[in-house]
């Protein structure tokens, strides 16, 4: 047995408005924190990447100690719980660390409009769980009191440790996001491996299956129509709030929707076989912008953007994610050429890929769906990675036993 920690989300239902109105202010004040630190380290940040000071104290230990002088001088903030507020300085922490050492840049301020609200109770210290029945839970908030969390088919891991809770708003309610610390059989390698092709709107296996976002081209339809009546309407008035609460609610369903596929896909995939060989895939990358500078200017940038709405909806890292701790073993593999090599002669040339979903190979005369082709030579890389026999794509053909699985095409 092995321990695992799993998330389980909840709506929260706080039971008054009063308790409400305190969650509230508990994320305005972290909100608050993390803009107050922010630019107090600003300065800093430049003067160390100009080279004119040492790097500055931004671990969370140094943070907590200001912030300890902070609410003692401020009156309002004495009222709220201090653990979730403080801790919101363990993410700017994080992100400073990140910008010190130049992976990322410095930190955005979060402004209300812009930023949900939210907060995190870090420790069993500073919440209780306790189990009403199969339906229901309770939650004890610091200075807020019990309020009712509930998951429709109740909660998949209630014999669980319950080890950390984030609130957050999403524009319409509450969610709790549990993290449980369970004890789970260790995976087996059953010796079997699968490959796995990542494309825009749809998942390809080397086992010739195919698993296909559900069409959300009628939401996105209605999102984009409520974005552009709200640009039209006046800002603060009645009629521009309804249209604003109309669009979170789709935008809430269209991320509903993707999320189920990516969990119920994922546990498909991953319940075939023991390793799972996935592309290495630089989303940031492939996703950035096509617009260029003036003295420059960049072209096709309406399609780019398009491809790039049609990758992030995918969801390539959440999917990479869930197989990654759903799975015995995830080998990821440089996806350079993958698309164009022959899975059965090696040969690889654009000319290979006649259409999208079209593979045949100009040298042996291979017919096969492009996906699965690509998913075969995923797979042939990870086992070479597996096995220690380099990086490159095998010219080798498969075997007999490799290539009857297949489905050809013609």
């Given at each position: ?36 630190f922010r630019e107090k380290n600003l ?111 109740g909660n998949p891991h209630e014999a ?185 002669c090696g040969h690889a040339e654009k ?60």
């Amino acid at each position: 047995m092995i321990k695992e920690m799993r998330t389980v989300e909840f709506v929260v239902l706080p039971a008054s408005k009063a308790k409400a109105r305190k969650m509230f202010q508990i994320a305005g004040a972290c909100r608050y924190v993390w803009n107050h630190f922010r630019e107090k380290n600003l300065a800093d940040y430049q003067a160390f990447k100009n080279g004119k000071a040492q790097r500055p104290q931004t671990s969370f230990f140094s943070l907590g100690a200001e912030f300890t002088k902070l609410r003692r001088e401020t009156d309002w903030m004495q009222e709220l719980p201090c653990a979730p507020v403080r801790y919101s300085l363990k993410y700017l922490s994080d992100a400073l660390g990140q910008a010190m050492a130049g992976n990322k840049g410095f930190p955005k301020p979060r402004s209300r409009a812009k930023t949900a609200p939210g907060f995190t109770l870090p420790d069993t210290c500073n919440f209780r769980i306790r189990k009403v029945n199969g339906k229901y839970s309770l939650l004890h908030i610091p200075l807020v009191g019990w309020v009712t969390l509930t998951r429709k088919g109740g909660n998949p891991h209630e014999a669980g440790d319950p080890k950390q809770v984030v609130l957050r708003h999403d524009g319409h309610r509450w969610r709790a996001f549990v993290s449980y610390e369970i004890e789970e059989e260790e995976k087996m390698d059953d010796g079997e491996v699968l490959g796995v092709d990542m494309n825009v709107r749809q998942i390809a296996t080397s086992d010739g299956d195919f698993y296909h976002l559900p069409d959300l081209e009628k939401k996105e339809k209605r999102r984009k129509w409520y974005q552009r009546k709200m640009a039209r309407q006046v800002k603060g008035s009645n009629r521009r709030g309804d249209t604003k609460k109309k669009l979170r609610k789709v935008s809430r369903k269209i991320t509903s929707i993707r999320k189920n596929w990516v969990h119920q896909t994922t546990k498909e995939i991953s319940g075939k076989c023991g390793t799972m060989v996935v592309e290495d895939l630089k989303v940031k990358n492939m996703t950035a912008s096509a617009k260029g500078t003036v003295e420059n200017p960049g072209r096709n940038v309406r399609q780019k953007s398009g491809l790039n709405r049609a990758v992030l909806d995918t969801a390539f890292g959440e999917v990479r994610r869930n197989l990654e701790y759903k799975c015995g073993r995830l080998i990821k593999v440089n996806p350079a050429y993958t698309s164009q090599t022959c899975s059965r002669c090696g040969h690889a040339e654009k000319e290979n890929r006649k259409t999208q979903a079209r593979f045949q190979c100009v040298s042996c005369g291979f017919v096969s769906n492009a996906d699965t082709n690509a998913a075969i030579n995923i797979r042939r890389l990870g086992m070479a990675q597996l096995h220690g026999e380099g990086t490159g794509i095998s010219t080798v053909p498969m075997n007999r036993e490799t290539d009857a699985r297949l489905p050809h095409g013609s």
